[in-house]
């Protein structure tokens, strides 16, 4: 009869995976493209801002004509 403490499933040995690369040198190659990525996405969002900002500029209407009044 077993405790209720012991567990029914046996543990089993724990295996040490090794990398032929250090985690270091993963780590340091992986930043590059981050901070790279991070940057362009900080351009693509800045320049959608601008393009929505000429937008709202083009329809709001003071760079349209003034249209004279017939009378």
Known sequence: MQSFRQSEIPSSPRFRVQ???ATEVIISLSSLPLVSLLAVGYI???GLVELGQASEE?????????LPLMK
């Open 58 to 66: 083009l329809f709001r209407g003071d760079r349209l004509p003034s």
């Open 44 to 46: 693509v969002a800045d």
């Open 19 to 21: 990398f032929p690369v």
